[in-house]
Structures are given as structure tokens and as C-alpha cells.
């Protein structure tokens, strides 16, 4: 099988704003990825705060380039999960999911068709129609996950499997996820729980300091990294 | 009556009923803690000795525990006491079987299949010991028995799964924990050693699943291929006419919100210019007198045309900054967030145009065929606004300090453009450099039409209009360029 999406040998270094007190520095937020992502999987990315998670998901969506090694994309459409993109707090929720769903690619006419659903899996009934300022936080994010069940990218990535609303809605989300994540979709999931990343992915690729160090069976990866973590402190 | 059972008889007094008091070791059985359950079975046997429950299942969390000797005991004793019990017979040959007395349990079996024929521990014992045997025939018929004995009992189907799991027969195992699954969901087994059996067959992801299924109920994974709420792909904002209806969506939008905050709503939309107009009329036409006639017409036309140019490009300038989270999130072309400000604030300004197009009317300036020059001016000025106003929104993030120049730069723009005087009061060598000023020379165009009742001048305006539109050209081109640049300006 081959692979939807390789990085071979992949950096990224970012430049860090200087001003009149200080030059400009250059940061390595990634040094050396290989990594092949194949139809289908759930793939699991391991790695502590700042071992360049964030940076290569940027990578793997298509929103920046690297700066070496090479990106190769074989005509997937890929996204980032997210929860309330572009909300406004004055706007109900009916707008705020029209307007969510488009940033995420829809026309807007594909999102009205699915206003029912949403309104449906949100559970908000008549709240639907206030703005968005009055809601609790469990509502919000309630309203933010139930747009993102709309969509359905070539490949998913999530970063952190997301807790949202209250037991019951958590449950449900965490439903629609796990049902998602294990279909024929294709994900990338991030995330700290280890366990997670055992119960749900395929494979699993270790990050440090912007290298890719191993890749292979979740359950192997998670006790070398722990083993790395050990090493470490 | 002898005084010993006299005793017995008397110390029976009070005690619970037998179901009651039997659920003390039943619930140490179901949580597997055998030893706990044949202390209490142990217990439950001094107050009723002559129940057969109490010495058979206390014999098998004996047999549980690995305490084969203690089992012996209470099963020697149940086979002499209890011999019409159905569970007596098969429970000694599970016992015999764990001891390795292989002929003994051939016996016992014999006796239970005579015995209690329709009882399914008799099968399931006599399955077991076919399976020592090597008699595969033998164990599945048997097993078949004891699942007919009992299909309500899940234990035998179990057995038949597990058959096949000790015979690494892996698919034939899987099918089986499925009908187990499908009878009693509720059975860890039937999710975990499937999970097993899937591993074992080189498939993960069905293992995986198992496991999950067993979390969250069967029902998380459809029969049929996962259906999403929607089959939508993202077309991730790839071709222009999506991106035009999310920017006039996200404006209208915009507005809305900004409706919504105010008390006033939308009479902010009239009001503010008209606000503007007061303050220059008091300073100019009042305090300076330096106000014709029909001053305030005068302004007007000069200040509505100006507030919309200065709105747009002030409103769009630090756009690109404040659209970072959507632009790393998902991915948002940059130049979106510079057209979104300016068609926001070219809608606010329609009504006011249309109030001004009204005053002038009502002040006697009245329309005509040089009124449709307003059409090429209107769009000259439209070209000139996105040239100017992407542009500037386009060079902020690479230098953040230039944001602090734009609103000096618009007022200096708003002195050197005529908005609250004549250009023709400035001296006469200087007119021609201050009409290179596109602003100025637009402002002159409208007032030629409002209130000089004349034509402006096309071929200059047809310049503007050309070199505008050229630098739009430019404008996508450049934002298609630096489009992996912004996000990570934005970064950094």
C-alpha cells in the first residue's frame, strides 16, 4: 500500500521576531521527520510539550512549507479538528455554525443543510438562536464539537481527543470520536493520555526534539518513550 | 431427639433466610475472590448443612482457588448426600479431571449423562474431558448438547469458542465469540479473547475495536462502512467562488455582531458621519468661517466618499494579524481577511451614500444624465480602496510597527485630499500635484457630479481606475506567493 502522505527528512525553523534591543534568532521547531502516513490508519504521535507536535501537524494540514527534506501529499484532502473555529460571541449559534463550517470548506449552502443535524447533536434546542455569549461553557463547546461532526476530510487530524460538555454530552462525544477515529477515515491523533494512543491507534511515531526517532506498535512506542522520559529526568 | 441436634434446632433461631444469606458467597464468586467465597460458602454451610448449593459451590471455589484437597472433601460428601443433585456428578469430574484422575472422571461423567441428561454442566464436563481425549468429534457434539441444554447459559457457548482458540483455529474462534457477543453482549470474553483471536490473525484494528465495543456497547461501529453525519469533503478553500461567498458571509456576519452590540444598532451607520459632519461644519463653516455657500453639501460630499476609503483601509490594515488563529487552524488564505474589513465597511457605508445622494437632491442639486458618471467613479474608487487596503494589510505582519504609521498616514491623507475644503483655494501651480492624489482627484470627480452638474474628467480617472486594477492584479498573485509565508510570520 502506499502511503497518502510522506515526509521524508523534514525540517521547519522558524524565526523568532527580533526588535532594536534584540536580533532576530532562528528556532528549529523541527529537525529531522520521516514519517509515511497509508490509507486508513490511525496513526498516533507521541512527544512532550514542545517536541514540535503543533509544528508538524501545521506540516502534515499543508498550511506551511518545510524548509527541508521533502513533503509529499498524494491528493489527500486533510484538516485539524477544530472546536469553535472563528466563533463570534455575538452571533447565535445558528450563524456561528454557518460560519464555522464554511472556515472549514463547506459552501454554505452544504452547512444550512446540515443546520437540523447540528442543532440536533447539540442538544441546545431553543439556545440555538442566542448569541453565543449567553451560552455556559458546556454549551459552547457542545455547539463547537457538534459542527465538526459534519466534516469528513481524507485525513482527520486531532490534535488532543477532545472532553467537552458535560457527562452525558462527554460521552457522546467521545462516541462520535472513537466511531470516527476507527472508521475508514484516515487520522492523525495527538494526544498525552498513552493509553489513548494504545486503545485507539494502529501505529504510533515518537517525537523528541523535532526528530523522529521510532515508529512501530503503540504499545512498543509508549514504553520507549517512557523509557526516553526516564532517561531524561 | 438427641440434645446435639436439639442445639442445632435452637441455633437456627433468627437466621436469615436462605437466599439471603447465600448472596454473602455469591457475591465473592461473581467478583472471583474464590478463597473469600469458600470461607463463606464454609460459613453459609453451618447454618444450612443440608443444602447441596452450599457444599457443591463451596467445592468449586475450592477448585478455583487450587485448593483441590478442601474440594475433595465437600465433594466426597456431597456424592453421598446429594447424589440426585445435577451438579453433584459433573462437578466431581471436573475436580477428578483437575486432579488427573482420568478413569475416576470418566466414571463420574457416565453416571451424569445418565443421570441428568438435560443439564448442561453434564455436557460441558463430558466436552472437557473428550477434548483431554483428543476426540474433537466427540467434544463438539457434546458441547452442541450442552449448548441445546441451556441456551440461555453462557458458559457452554464460551466453551465452543474457547475450543477453537486452544486449537488456534483464529477464525473459526472469532465467528464463534461473535455469536457470543450476539447472545450475551454483556460478557467480557466475548470482546477481549476475540480481540485475541483478531491479533492473532494479523488484524489489529479489529482488535481494536473489540476492546472499544466492549467500553462503549456494540452498537459504536455500524454494520455498514461508517457513515459520518455528512459524507462533505472540505474543499479547503481551493477555488475562488467558495472563498467570495465565505468572505461576503464572514462580512455580513461581521456586521451583524456589531449591530448586535450597540443600542443604537444600526442608526450608528447614519449617525457617525453625520457626527463627523457636525464637528467639521462648527469648526470650518462656523468658528473659521471659511464655509461658501451650501457648505454643508460641500462636506458631505467630500467626507462620505473620504470615511469610506479611510473605514476600509484603517479596518483592514491589521486584518491579516487578526485573523492568526484561522489562518494557522485551518488553513485560511491570508488574503480573505483584508477583503472581509473592507466589504464590511463598504456595506456600512451604502446607506449613508444613499442618504447623501438623497440631500443633495433635496438641496436642489438636482440629478441628470452626468449622474451616471457616478457608476466609473464609484469603481475607481472601489479598485483604489482593495489596491490600497490589501496592500497595506499585506506589508503589517512583516513589519508590526508600521501599523502605528496608518492612522497618521490617513490623516495626513485626509488634509492633503480636500475633504473639508475646495482644491481650488490652494494656489493655482499646486493644483496639478495635488490632484496626482488619487483621494483628492476622486473627491473632486464627486463634486463635480453633485454639485457642479458637470462631468468629471474620465481619461485620469480611466489611469486610476487601470493602475488600480493592475495592483489588484499584483495583490493576488503576491498573496498567492507569500500564502506559506503569513502562517509563519504568524508563528514566529
Not at chain 1, 525540517?11 to 486508513?40: E, H, M, T
Not at chain 2, 448426600?81 to 466431581?92: G, Q
Not at chain 2, 468661517?289 to 462620505?304: D, H, K
Amino acid at each position: 500500500m502506499k502511503p497518502i502522505i510522506s515526509l521524508q527528512n523534514v525540517g521547519v525553523r522558524y524565526k523568532r521576531q527580533g526588535n532594536v534591543f534584540r536580533p532576530a534568532n532562528y528556532f528549529d521547531a523541527l529537525k529531522s521527520i520521516n514519517l509515511d502516513i497509508y490509507p486508513g490508519e490511525t496513526l498516533g504521535i507521541l512527544g512532550r510539550n514542545g517536541a514540535g507536535k503543533s509544528t508538524l501537524l501545521r506540516v502534515i494540514s499543508g498550511i506551511i512549507q518545510p524548509d527541508k527534506g521533502k513533503f509529499l501529499n498524494r491528493g489527500a484532502s486533510v484538516s485539524l479538528l477544530v472546536l469553535q473555529a472563528g466563533f463570534d460571541p455575538n452571533l447565535n449559534g445558528r450563524d456561528n455554525a454557518i460560519l464555522s463550517g464554511m472556515l472549514q470548506g463547506y459552501s454554505r449552502q452544504e452547512v444550512e443543510a446540515q443546520l437540523n443535524e447540528i442543532l440536533d447533536y447539540s442538544e441546545l434546542g431553543e439556545f440555538f438562536f442566542e448569541p453565543v455569549r449567553t451560552y455556559s461553557t458546556g454549551m459552547l463547546s457542545r455547539l463547537g464539537f457538534s459542527i465538526t461532526t459534519i466534516t469528513s476530510p481524507d485525513v482527520l487530524l486531532v490534535d488532543e481527543v477532545l472532553s467537552v460538555g458535560d457527562k452525558h454530552f462527554k460521552e457522546k462525544a467521545e462516541r462520535t470520536m472513537i466511531a470516527k477515529i476507527q472508521s475508514q477515515q484516515t487520522v492523525v491523533l495527538v494526544s498525552h493520555s498513552h493509553q489513548q494512543i494504545a486503545r485507539l491507534c494502529d501505529r504510533a511515531v515518537l517525537i523528541d526534539e523535532g526528530v523522529s526517532f521510532a515508529t512501530g506498535d503503540p504499545h512498543e512506542m509508549l514504553s520507549l518513550y517512557e523509557q526516553r522520559l526516564e532517561m531524561s529526568a | 431427639m438427641n440434645p446435639h441436634t436439639e442445639d442445632i434446632e435452637l441455633s437456627r433461631v433468627g437466621l436469615p433466610p436462605e437466599e439471603k444469606a447465600f448472596q454473602w458467597p455469591w457475591q465473592a464468586m461473581k467478583e472471583h475472590n474464590w478463597s473469600e467465597a469458600a470461607s463463606r460458602w464454609a460459613v453459609v454451610r453451618q447454618a444450612y448443612p443440608e443444602k447441596a448449593g452450599t457444599w457443591l459451590q463451596g467445592a468449586v471455589a475450592h477448585i478455583e482457588a487450587g485448593e483441590l484437597a478442601q474440594a475433595d472433601v465437600l465433594l466426597t460428601y456431597a456424592r453421598k448426600h446429594f447424589r440426585s443433585h445435577p451438579s453433584t456428578f459433573p462437578e466431581s469430574a471436573r475436580l477428578a479431571m483437575q486432579q488427573h484422575k482420568w478413569d475416576t472422571a470418566h466414571d463420574f461423567l457416565q453416571q451424569a449423562r445418565q443421570q441428568f441428561p438435560n443439564f448442561a454442566q453434564t455436557w460441558m464436563r463430558s466436552a472437557e474431558y473428550a477434548e483431554h481425549e483428543g476426540n474433537l468429534k466427540q467434544t463438539t457434539a457434546y458441547n452442541e448438547k450442552a449448548r441445546q441444554c441451556d441456551p440461555a447459559l453462557s458458559a457452554p457457548f464460551i466453551q465452543y469458542a474457547e475450543m477453537a482458540m486452544r486449537a488456534e483455529q483464529w477464525s473459526e474462534a472469532l465467528d464463534r465469540w461473535e455469536e457470543v457477543r450476539s447472545r450475551f453482549p454483556e460478557v467480557p470474553a466475548g470482546y477481549f479473547r476475540a480481540a485475541e483471536a483478531a491479533r492473532h490473525l494479523k488484524r489489529p484494528q479489529e482488535a481494536r475495536q473489540l476492546i472499544l465495543m466492549h467500553q462503549y456497547g456494540a452498537d459504536i461501529f455500524p454494520n455498514t462502512p461508517q457513515t459520518p453525519i455528512s459524507q462533505l469533503k472540505g474543499k479547503k478553500h481551493a477555488t475562488l467562488p467558495p472563498l467570495v461567498e465565505l468572505i461576503w458571509t464572514k462580512a455580513t456576519f461581521n456586521l451583524r455582531s456589531e449591530v448586535h452590540r450597540n443600542y443604537l444598532s444600526y442608526g450608528w451607520w447614519v449617525l457617525e458621519p453625520l457626527l463627523h459632519m457636525v464637528v467639521y461644519y462648527v469648526v470650518f463653516g462656523l468658528l473659521l468661517q471659511r464655509a461658501g455657500e451650501n457648505y454643508p453639501a460641500f462636506l458631505l460630499t467630500g467626507l462620505i466618499p473620504w470615511m469610506w476609503f479611510m473605514k476600509a483601509v484603517s479596518g483592514s490594515s491589521n486584518s491579516i494579524l487578526g485573523g492568526q488563529k484561522l489562518i494557522l487552524q485551518v488553513g485560511l488564505p491570508s488574503i480573505v481577511f483584508p477583503l472581509v474589513s473592507l466589504l464590511q465597511a463598504t456595506l456600512k457605508q451604502l446607506p449613508v451614500f444613499v442618504l447623501l445622494v438623497g440631500f443633495v437632491w433635496v438641496q436642489g442639486y438636482s440629478p441628470g444624465l452626468h449622474w451616471w458618471a457616478l457608476i466609473p467613479v464609484l469603481l475607481v474608487q472601489t479598485l483604489l480602496i482593495i489596491a490600497i487596503a490589501c496592500t497595506v494589510a499585506a506589508i503589517i505582519p512583516f513589519v508590526r510597527d508600521l501599523s502605528y504609521l496608518v492612522p497618521t498616514g490617513l490623516t495626513f491623507l485626509m488634509f492633503v485630499s480636500g475633504t473639508f475644503y475646495d482644491y481650488r483655494m490652494i494656489s493655482a501651480e499646486w493644483q496639478g500635484v495635488f490632484l496626482l492624489n488619487p483621494v483628492a482627484f476622486l473627491l473632486k470627480c464627486y463634486r463635480e457630479i453633485f454639485l457642479d452638474g458637470m462631468l468629471p474628467d474620465l481619461l485620469p480617472l480611466a489611469w486610476w481606475g487601470f493602475g488600480s486594477a493592475m495592483i489588484c492584479l499584483l495583490l493576488l498573485v503576491g498573496y498567492n506567493r507569500l500564502r506559506y509565508i503569513y502562517p509563519r510570520i504568524l508563528m514566529g
